[in-house]
């Protein structure tokens, strides 16, 4: 089965500074892979997906994320952090039968 | 963009009653819908994939008598928690791909579900 990790449980970075959440993968085949973001008491929101193609991938907010065969990654970056960027990212994965599999999780804190 | 609507967002019920929850997919036609479980500071556990006029295909270790699951419709999926215990409190999300724009999975806002 296809899967992902995310190491860090919380990750903590002055605004204007650079982030970068991390994510590895495993999985048999070509991997289909997503960023989420997730608001105190709510739903997710897409981020970003790599299927194929550039490896580096741009997506809303100012997010990109850089697919990484050799290392099997796919880390979350931004350029320049932001106070309202805090919040709980997830890095997923597509598995057999269209479904999602999520990894634990990241928490964002952006310090002011 | 495609949006997926879950209702309510709270519910508080007494514990042995069951509780209902609904997903639509507002603008779009939704065969596949799935419904995901989130536990406190924890990650998104896939409980159900939800199939339009068929069975839900459950998740290993999830129990379907607790958990039904219902996919009338293009458009709505409900999901109720039969004789819902303490331990069932939880937020549930559910998610539908929208194939006819983007392929897109868009996601509910979600359900709190609070069990006294």
């Known amino acids: 089965a296809q899967s992902v990790a995310q190491p860090e449980d919380q990750v903590n970075v002055a605004e204007g500074n650079p982030l970068t959440v991390k994510c590895t993968y495993s999985v048999s085949g070509n991997p289909y892979l997503f960023w989420y973001v997730q608001y105190p008491n709510r739903g997710l929101q897409f981020l970003l997906k790599?299927?194929?193609?550039?490896?580096l991938v741009k997506g809303s907010y100012g997010f990109e994320a850089e697919f990484n065969k050799s290392q099997t990654s796919f880390h979350l970056k931004k350029p320049s952090a932001l106070v309202s960027d805090s919040a709980l990212y997830f890095c997923a994965v597509r598995d057999i039968g269209d479904k999602i599999i999520f990894g634990k999780g990241t928490r964002l804190h952006i310090l002011p | 963009g495609a949006v997926v609507s879950q209702h309510p967002s709270r519910v508080i019920c007494k514990s042995g009653t069951s509780v209902k929850i609904e997903c639509r997919s507002l603008?779009?036609?939704?065969?596949?819908m799935f419904w995901y479980r989130q536990f406190p500071k924890q990650s998104l556990m896939l409980m159900a994939t939800s199939n339009e006029g068929s069975k839900a295909t459950y998740e290993q270790g999830v129990e379907k008598d607790k958990f039904l699951i219902n996919h009338a419709s293009l458009t709505l999926s409900t999901l109720t928690v039969t004789s819902a215990h303490p331990e069932d409190s939880s937020f549930y999300i559910c998610s539908a791909r929208d194939w006819g724009a983007t392929g897109e999975l868009f996601f509910g806002e979600g359900s709190r579900l609070t069990v006294l």
């Open positions: 603008d779009f036609q939704a065969t596949t």
């Open positions: 790599y299927i194929t193609g550039d490896n």
